[in-house]
Structures are given as C-alpha cells and as structure tokens.
C-alpha cells in the first residue's frame, strides 16, 4: 500500500504510545471532526421531509 494512502487513515494521524510521545492536537482535531459530522448529520436527519 501506498503510503500516501496510509498518512490520511485517522489511525496514522493519533500518537504511537508508548514509542512516540503524547500529543493532544491530532486526537482533539479528530474529535472534533467527528462533532461535527455528527452534528451535521443530525441537523440533515431532522430537516427531512417524510411525508
């Protein structure tokens, strides 16, 4: 695989504890980005029309 492909995977972005040290900026960016999908998709989920 190539390693492009693997630099975007989340799981690449998050510290390798015990070997690399801790850092709370790609865990709080991911998070965050979850928020807000999560978020935008419930704000989609509740404007749909089902009737």
């Known amino acids: ?11 690449a972005q998050t ?3 015990p ?3 801790f850092s709370a900026a790609p865990v709080l960016s991911m ?3 979850a ?5 935008s998709g419930l704000v989609a989920l509740r404007r749909r029309n089902l009737r």
Do not use: D, E, Q, R
């Open 31 to 33: 998070v965050a980005i």
């Open 1 to 11: 695989m190539s390693t492009s492909i693997l630099k975007i995977s989340p799981y």
């Open 35 to 39: 928020l807000l999908l999560a978020g």
């Open 15 to 17: 510290p390798g504890l």
């Open 19 to 21: 070997v690399a040290g």
